[in-house]
């Protein structure tokens, strides 16, 4: 199915055990056995963030991720970040082709109450960059930013908004990716061999990657862009996944 911006409307969402399923990929945004967790366990710790970010320099360390969605990566990221004393300054670069709306946004807050998530001003920021790209997508940037507690570092959120081919080739040199994509069977354009190409082309020696998806064709189309890829075990009831860096 040809698929479009505009064809995400919230009558494309649906609510299952309060996780939002896209109808439109036919696909859940985050597990139901504990998003929250699943993206500590996949994504930060598959790339080994904490580690990396701890020491105050002057260097800024860039996550790329595939697939903004609800915006739950984002948090988990930030969260982490904000419990560290001094860890240096990071940019949180990520990409959406079909951004939810608001009200959907909200619906993150009410399944992690005990958490800091979407706030008024937040979404707010996020809905007018979201409508500006909507009537002229050459603007298709939206960004915020949040300081540090005990030193000058920062959180810098960039999101693109538009499809995967039209936003990557604007990302920066990344440090660690996030590929979250929905599942390689339901949405193989955010793993084809172009999106691939032009992660690669976004990728430094040392770069990690970590993803719930442990595909074969996956693991050696990675391999055969230069990644050293190692299988792990999975988040709950998911048996695989793989992490790896750029040799
Ligand atoms: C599994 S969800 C991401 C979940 C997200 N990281 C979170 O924390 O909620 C995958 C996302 O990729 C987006 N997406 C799918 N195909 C895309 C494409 N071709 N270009 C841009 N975004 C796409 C979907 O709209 C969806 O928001």
Redesign the pocket.
């Known amino acids: 199915m040809e698929k479009r911006p505009s064809d995400?409307s919230d009558k494309n969402i649906e609510f299952k055990e309060g996780v939002p399923v896209?109808l439109l990929?036919d696909?859940v945004?985050?597990s139901k056995q504990g998003g929250w967790e699943e993206?500590n366990y996949v994504f930060f710790n598959g790339n080994e963030i904490e580690s990396k970010i701890k020491d105050d320099d002057q260097t800024v360390f860039r996550i790329g991720?595939l697939?903004?969605?609800?915006?739950?990566?984002l948090f988990v990221a930030l969260e982490n970040w904000t419990s560290l004393q001094n860890p240096k300054s990071m940019e949180f670069i990520s990409?959406?082709?079909?951004p939810l709306a608001a009200e959907i946004l909200f619906t993150l807050n009410q399944s992690y109450p005990d958490k800091n998530l979407w706030f008024p001003e937040l979404i707010h920021s996020y809905e007018s960059a979201k409508e500006i790209w909507e009537n002229d997508n050459t603007k298709n940037t939206w960004t915020y930013v949040w300081n540090h507690k005990t030193n000058s570092s920062q959180f810098s959120l960039k999101v693109y908004f538009g499809?995967?081919q039209i936003c990557l080739p604007s990302f920066p040199i990344i440090h660690a990716w996030y590929f979250?994509?929905?599942s390689p069977g339901k949405?193989p354009?955010?793993w084809s061999k172009d999106t691939l190409n032009l992660v690669r082309q976004k990728t430094i020696s040392g770069t990690s990657f970590a993803t719930f998806s442990s595909a074969g064709f996956l693991r050696r189309s990675l391999s055969e862009l230069g990644f050293l890829v190692e299988k792990k075990k999975g988040f709950g009831r998911k048996r695989e996944m793989i992490s790896g860096f750029l040799k």
């Open positions: 995400h896209s990929f696909d945004y985050f993206s991720e697939g903004f969605g609800s915006g739950l990566n990409l959406e082709g079909y499809d995967i979250d994509g929905f949405n354009d955010m």
